[in-house]
């Protein structure tokens, strides 16, 4: 494994609007949480803390709108702001995270200059019920499918700390071996009050284990430490690459706030790693 560690950075850019029951999201109109919610930021606005991202080391940029998947206006949306950083900053590699996905629009957005999708399946098939009913587990497999096959890099991980079982944890591996997507994106659940879900964080030694079991599974795949990072790990966040992580987010996440991108980046430095500097593995 080399020593290379990877920073991605995300952009919610459409917060809080989505009419889903997925327990675990703030994001759900169903939940009532106190986040901040809006329908779109300004492209101008986006660019600029896509340029900051940048700044700071990220070399992948993920644009997250809220709610169940693509729609003809959020295609044209993406695409807009797609182009525009790929114009001003042609070396940051473009992740769209806009749910479910047709072969047709993710074409679109392929065009518009988005490399890699990201579509979670979050938790096993068998658990997902206990999560979301207004969509189903097989949606988010399929868009997967979807994905790859248009020629987009799928990014495709999970949340845990959602009370599945250990075999839930299996299960939601297995299919991602099954996927074999360029990267993945594991979140441990981050708690609030607003959510109809445990209060509580995963242990540490488990979760350092959730990383260690994917790393055996997938020993050639990106794995990425993203929400959940700071509550979960706390002082021993940085331990997370002595197990397999090699790639975190750096920056603020969806709803929550993170680390300071330079306190990340010194860290990272300081245990004698290297910050990759393009997406290859």
Not at 152 to 170: T, V
Not at 215 to 225: D, F, N
Request: aromatic share 8%; proline share 2%.
């Amino acid at each position: 494994m080399s020593n290379k560690i990877y920073l991605c950075a995300i952009n919610n850019i459409q917060s809080g609007t989505c009419n889903e029951d997925c327990k675990f999201c703030t994001q759900s109109v169903k939940h009532k949480a106190n986040i901040q919610r809006y329908r779109s930021k300004s492209i101008d606005e986006i660019l600029k803390e896509a340029q900051l991202a940048y700044q700071h080391k990220a070399i992948g940029y993920c644009l997250v709108t809220a709610g169940a998947g693509l729609d003809d206006k959020k295609v044209e949306f993406v695409s807009q702001v797609a182009y525009t950083i790929k114009k001003a900053i042609p070396q940051l590699s473009l992740i769209a995270c806009n749910g479910i996905a047709s072969i047709e629009q993710l074409k679109e957005l392929k065009k518009a200059g988005i490399e890699h999708y990201n579509h979670n399946l979050e938790t096993s098939k068998e658990f997902y019920h206990n999560i979301c009913t207004t969509h189903s587990w097989d949606d988010r497999f399929q868009t997967c499918l979807n994905i790859k096959s248009v020629g987009l890099n799928l990014c495709s991980g999970g949340i845990f700390g959602m009370g599945e079982s250990i075999d839930d944890r299996k299960s939601l591996i297995n299919s991602l071996v099954e996927l074999d997507p360029m990267s993945v994106p594991i979140n441990f659940f981050h708690p609030n009050k607003a959510l109809p879900l445990p209060y509580e964080t995963l242990d540490i030694a488990v979760a350092f284990d959730i990383i260690k079991n994917l790393r055996s599974a997938m020993p050639k795949t990106m794995l990425m430490v993203a929400g959940g990072r700071e509550i979960t790990f706390q002082k021993q966040q940085y331990d997370i690459f002595k197990y397999g992580a090699n790639s975190i987010v750096i920056g603020d996440y969806l709803t929550t706030s993170g680390n300071l991108a330079s306190l990340d980046i010194q860290n990272i430095l300081d245990r004698g790693y290297t910050i990759a500097t393009n997406c290859k593995i």
